[in-house]
C-alpha cells in the first residue's frame, strides 16, 4: 500500500513539473528553422557553419535536442544574427530593455578608434535616429489626416478640378451652392 502511495505521489510531482514554465525547446528549434529559411541557408549549410552534424542541428529544430550555451553561438554566427537573441529565445537569459542602445555602447566601447571618431559615429547614429523618428512621426500625421479626411468631418476645400468641372453648368467664383450639394453627396 506504501509503494502504491509513493507511486502516485511521483506522478502527481512529475504531473506538475510538467505543466511549470520551463525554456521551450521547440520554441528554440523552431526560432533557428525560421531565421535559417529567412535567411536562405539550407541545413546543411548552417550545420557546416555552425560545426555541428546535420542530423544534431534538424533535431535541435525539430525540439528534440536542447542545445547548449556554446553550441547556440555557433548557431547565431552560422546565422549572422545576435547569439543573445538565441539565449532569450532558449531561456537562458532574460530579455531586457536596454538603458543605452546597444550600438552606441559598442562604439563607446571600442578603443581601436578615436574619441573624435567615436564621436563623430555617434552623431551620425543619432542624426539617422532623429531623422527616422521624424519620418516615422510624418507619417503618423499623414496617415492621421487621411483617416480625418475620410471621415468627412474636415472643412478643407474641394480640389480646383472639382470646382473647374462645375463652372459650366452656371456656378460663379463666389456661389457655393455646387460646392455644398456636392459635399453632401460625399457625405451622404
Same mark, same amino acid.
Given at each position: 500500500?506504501?509503494?502504491?502511495?509513493?507511486?502516485?505521489? +511521483?506522478?502527481?510531482?512529475?504531473?506538475?513539473?510538467?505543466?511549470?514554465?520551463?525554456? @521551450?525547446?521547440?520554441?528554440?528549434?523552431?526560432?533557428?528553422?525560421?531565421?535559417?529559411?529567412? *535567411? =536562405?541557408?539550407?541545413?546543411?549549410?548552417?550545420?557546416?557553419?555552425?560545426?555541428?552534424?546535420?542530423?544534431?542541428?534538424?533535431? +535541435?529544430?525539430?525540439? /528534440?535536442? @536542447?542545445?547548449?550555451?556554446?553550441? /547556440?553561438?555557433?548557431?547565431? @554566427?552560422?546565422?549572422?544574427?545576435?547569439?543573445q537573441?538565441?539565449?532569450?529565445?532558449?531561456?537562458?537569459?532574460?530579455?531586457?530593455?536596454?538603458?543605452?542602445?546597444?550600438?552606441?555602447?559598442a +562604439?563607446?566601447?571600442?578603443?581601436?578608434?578615436?574619441?573624435?571618431?567615436?564621436?563623430?559615429?555617434?552623431?551620425?547614429? &543619432?542624426?539617422?535616429? =532623429?531623422?527616422?523618428?521624424?519620418?516615422?512621426?510624418?507619417?503618423?500625421?499623414?496617415?492621421?489626416a487621411? *483617416?480625418?479626411?475620410?471621415?468627412?468631418?474636415?472643412?478643407?476645400? /474641394?480640389? &480646383?478640378?472639382?470646382?473647374?468641372?462645375?463652372?459650366?453648368?452656371?456656378?460663379?467664383?463666389?456661389?457655393?451652392?455646387?460646392?455644398? &450639394?456636392? =459635399?453632401?453627396? =460625399? &457625405?451622404?
Amino acid at each position: 500500500m506504501q509503494e502504491l502511495a509513493n507511486l502516485f505521489a +511521483i506522478a502527481s510531482t512529475v504531473m506538475q513539473n510538467r505543466d511549470m514554465a520551463l525554456p @521551450k525547446v521547440g520554441s528554440i528549434g523552431e526560432y533557428i528553422r525560421e531565421q535559417r529559411t529567412h *535567411a =536562405k541557408i539550407s541545413l546543411r549549410q548552417l550545420a557546416t557553419a555552425a560545426g555541428v552534424s546535420n542530423p544534431y542541428l534538424s533535431q +535541435i529544430e525539430r525540439g /528534440l535536442r @536542447k542545445p547548449s550555451a556554446e553550441i /547556440l553561438n555557433q548557431i547565431a @554566427k552560422g546565422l549572422h544574427i545576435s547569439s543573445q537573441a538565441l539565449y532569450v529565445q532558449a531561456g537562458l537569459i532574460e530579455e531586457r530593455e536596454p538603458e543605452e542602445s546597444d550600438v552606441l555602447a559598442a +562604439i563607446r566601447a571600442d578603443h581601436l578608434i578615436t574619441e573624435r571618431q567615436r564621436q563623430v559615429l555617434v552623431d551620425i547614429y &543619432e542624426s539617422f535616429r =532623429k531623422e527616422n523618428q521624424a519620418a516615422a512621426a510624418e507619417e503618423e500625421a499623414r496617415l492621421a489626416a487621411e *483617416a480625418g479626411a475620410l471621415s468627412g468631418d474636415d472643412e478643407t476645400p /474641394l480640389p &480646383e478640378d472639382y470646382l473647374s468641372a462645375l463652372r459650366p453648368y452656371g456656378t460663379s467664383p463666389g456661389d457655393d451652392r455646387a460646392i455644398k &450639394e456636392i =459635399k453632401e453627396i =460625399k &457625405e451622404g
